[in-house]
């Protein structure tokens, strides 16, 4: 009998929201779940939440179970870690959300290389560009590429990206090569990323800002989908330079406008719950990440 894995199961299944969610994150299946907080109610002389057959609740024995539950987990998390040595052995799995195309092109291959230095720790990536609930989807670590809202997470900065404005030859040769923000006014079409970058932002000659928005030849939320488009000549593309960078190096894109462009910077972030303690190998794979990549990083164009 474990009585914190007992308490780290049934904290899992209050975030996750069931038990069928909370298997899901744990990797096991849902009668073991099921059967492991019969045995913990049993045990307990309670009950800790009441079901229905589409939802649980917390009852008031549960909602007491699951606050010092957390807190012993802290606890314990917080000795653990003050015993580990920083030259000791990494294992364990770390399960991280990440948007998609940053993902596939960039962390993966980050990813590698730590695993080169911790061959024991298992990385479990999920994909998702929308806004996540950390402690329901039961992750250690997001990665996110945003200007932070107010939350209750913690922000580490591990680097960043900006917009950058690109073009094929073929899509220049057929529509002109705009030499100031105002040629773009004539005929000129857009691939859009996302609808935050729909209007477009440029410094003139005169140190006038200018702002123009562009007919919408394309709209996708997936930018390797926009750069294979714009690569053929589709449109004009404004992007994350992450995105573009090895287009322009092989010669496919070229920069457009880039001395009248208002370069947006957009930080790149390591985000994690604040109500739970950063676990050694969380806490050198972050920085880990924020070295890897560091201030100027190599996608930078």
């Known amino acids: 009998m474990n009585q914190i894995e007992d308490m780290q199961t049934f904290v899992r299944i209050v975030e996750a929201g069931s ?4 298997a899901e994150q744990l990797n ?25 057959t589409r939802h649980h609740t917390l009852t008031e024995h549960g909602q007491s179970y699951y606050q010092q539950s ?20 990494l294992s364990g ?20 290389a730590f695993n080169e230095l911790h061959p024991d720790i298992i990385f479990d990536v999920d994909f998702d560009d929308k806004k996540i609930d950390l402690v329901e989807g039961g992750y250690d670590l997001a990665i996110r590429i945003a ?8 922000a580490r900065k591990i ?22 923000p105002q040629d773009l006014t004539t005929k000129h079409k857009k691939l859009l990323y996302n609808k935050a970058h ?22 996708s939320n997936n930018g390797n989908f926009l750069l294979e488009s714009a690569i053929k000549g589709g449109g004009l593309l404004n992007v994350p330079d992450f995105i ?4 322009i190096k092989q010669g496919k894109l070229q920069l457009v406008l880039n001395n009248y462009l208002v370069h947006t910077t957009i930080p790149i972030y390591a985000l994690y719950p604040q109500n739970r303690h950063l676990s050694h190998r969380i806490r050198r794979l972050v920085d880990f990440l924020v070295e890897y990549y560091g201030d100027k990083p190599y996608w930078l164009i």
């Open 19 to 22: 038990i069928t969610r909370a």
């Open 198 to 219: 729909e209007t477009w932002h440029f410094i003139d000659d005169k140190a006038k800002s200018v702002s123009i928005k562009l007919p919408t030849a394309l709209t």
């Open 147 to 154: 200007k932070l809202e107010d939350s209750n997470l913690i």
């Open 159 to 180: 680097t960043s990206t900006r917009m950058v404005l690109c073009a094929s030859q073929k899509y220049l040769k057929e529509y002109g090569t705009p030499v100031v």
């Open 70 to 89: 957390l807190r012993i987990i802290e606890e314990v998390a917080v000795i653990e870690a003050s015993l580990l040595q920083e030259n000791c052995a």
């Open 28 to 52: 096991t299946v849902k009668s073991a779940v099921s059967r492991r907080l019969s045995q913990l109610e049993k045990r307990l002389g309670v009950s800790l939440l009441t079901r229905t």
């Open 244 to 247: 573009c960078y090895k287009a």
């Open 93 to 112: 799995r770390i399960r991280i959300s990440a948007p998609l195309v940053f993902g596939i092109e960039h962390l993966s291959q980050a990813f590698l």
